[in-house]
């Protein structure tokens, strides 16, 4: 069955960096675009970023660009999320995901935190 299983999160402080990574199986992932989307308490999962099937296309919210970079490597069935200069907004349980196949992760929980 499709599974994507999240993991890399945990507690930063502000101005930190960390990597995501989700391993998916079940699938044909190189055929398909992957997105990261994040959660923060009380508010609504919002879309982070998405990469395309073969990683030549990317798109982010405006409020991670140049802080964050989605990347993917198509042999090893992964996608990560490198996160850069991490503000305490960005603190969320992210989850990754694919559209097409309305799969879900189970989430990994960041919290940027001094």
């Known amino acids: 069955q499709v599974q994507l299983v999240e993991s890399g999160g945990t507690l930063v402080q502000p101005g930190g960096s960390l990597q995501l990574s989700c391993v998916a199986s079940g699938f044909i992932f190189s055929n398909y675009a992957m997105s990261w989307y994040r959660q923060a308490p009380g508010k609504e999962r919002e879309l982070v970023a998405s990469?395309?099937?073969?990683?030549?296309?990317?798109d982010y919210i405006d409020s991670v660009k140049d802080r964050f970079s989605i990347s993917r490597d198509n042999a090893k069935n992964t996608v990560f999320l490198q996160m850069h200069n991490l503000i305490p907004e960005d603190t969320a349980v992210y989850y990754c995901?694919?559209?097409?196949?309305?799969?879900w992760g189970q989430g990994t929980q960041v919290t940027v935190s001094s």
């Open positions: 990469i395309f099937w073969n990683g030549r296309g990317t």
């Open positions: 995901h694919c559209k097409t196949l309305n799969a």
